[in-house]
C-alpha cells in the first residue's frame, strides 16, 4: 500500500484550523489526523464533530481520520460519520463490546480501525480481524501531542505487521505519537504504512519541506 502521511491537527493553530489543513494538504500530506479527546478517558479535553463537519464545509475532501480517545465510544460514532468522517478508530478498552462498536463504524459507512496503548496487548485482534480497516498503535501514551516515540513499539509493529500479512487482508498499519524525520525509516522498516505526526510538522515553517523529507526517509 502506498504510505499515507498523515499530520495530526492536534498541533496546528486551532484559531486558523481550515487554513491549517489546507496548507498541510497543499504540503503533500495524505489524510488529516483527528484527534478527540474527553477528559476522561485520557486526561486532555479537544474536538468533536462539529469541529469535522466545519473542516468539510470549509471545503476539506481529503479522508479524516478520527481517533477517538473517548469512554464510551458508541453513541458519539453516529455524530461522526455524519460530521464527514472517513476512518473511525477507538480503543478497545473504551469500548464494552469491541466487536459491535466495529460494526456501528461500518454500518455507519466508515473505515474502522483498533487502537493499541503502549501496553495494550495484541490478543484484542484475535477475532475481529475481518472487521478492520486499520489497526493504529500508539508510540506514546495517549493525551498529548509533543511526547518521546517509544522504542518497544517498533518490535509491536514488527508482530501486527506478520498478523497483517497472514491474514491476507488490505489491513492499514498506523503509528502515531513521537514521529518525526529522525526515526520515520525505521518505523517504515518495521511495517507502518499510516505515519500520524503532530508536532514534527505543525512546529515547523515549511510543512512540504517535513513531508517531503519524510516521504524519502519511508522509500529509503
Ligand atoms: C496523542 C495523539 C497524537 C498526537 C501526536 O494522544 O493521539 O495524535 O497528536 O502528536 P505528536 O506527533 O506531536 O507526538
Ligand atoms: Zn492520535
Not at 479535553?45 to 476539506?60: F, Q, W
Not at 480503543?91 to 466495529?102: C, G, N, Q, V, W
Not at 456501528?104 to 475481529?128: K, M, S, W
Not at 501531542?145 to 509491536?156: C, M, Y
Request: with cysteine; charged share 20%; aromatic share 6%.
Amino acid at each position: 500500500m502506498q504510505p499515507w502521511i498523515a499530520p495530526s491537527i492536534l498541533s496546528a493553530d486551532f484559531a486558523r484550523l481550515g487554513e491549517e489543513v489546507s496548507a498541510v494538504l497543499d504540503a503533500g500530506a495524505d489524510v488529516i489526523h483527528f484527534d478527540v479527546m474527553d477528559n476522561h478517558y485520557v486526561p486532555n479535553l479537544t474536538i468533536g464533530p462539529m469541529v469535522c463537519k466545519a473542516l468539510r464545509d470549509y471545503g476539506i475532501t481529503a479522508p479524516i481520520d478520527v481517533h477517538l480517545m473517548v469512554k464510551p465510544v458508541d453513541r458519539i460514532i453516529p455524530d461522526f460519520a455524519d460530521a464527514g468522517a472517513s476512518i473511525i478508530t477507538f480503543h478497545p478498552e473504551a469500548s464494552e463490546h469491541i466487536d459491535r462498536t466495529l460494526q456501528t463504524i461500518r454500518e455507519h459507512g466508515c473505515q474502522a480501525g483498533l487502537v493499541f496503548n503502549p501496553a495494550t496487548p495484541l490478543h484484542y485482534l484475535d477475532h475481529v480481524m475481518d472487521k478492520l480497516d486499520v489497526i493504529l498503535l500508539m508510540s506514546v501514551n495517549p493525551g498529548f501531542g509533543g511526547q518521546s516515540f517509544i522504542p518497544s513499539t517498533l518490535d509491536k509493529l514488527r508482530q501486527v505487521r506478520q498478523r497483517i500479512d497472514a491474514s491476507g487482508r488490505d489491513i492499514r498499519l498506523e503509528v502515531d505519537g513521537g514521529v518525526n524525520v529522525n526515526n520515520i525509516g525505521e518505523i517504515a522498516a518495521a511495517g507502518a504504512d499510516m505515519f500520524v505526526a503532530g508536532s514534527a510538522i505543525f512546529n515547523q515553517p515549511n510543512y512540504a519541506d517535513v513531508i517531503q523529507q519524510m516521504r524519502q526517509k519511508i522509500s529509503q
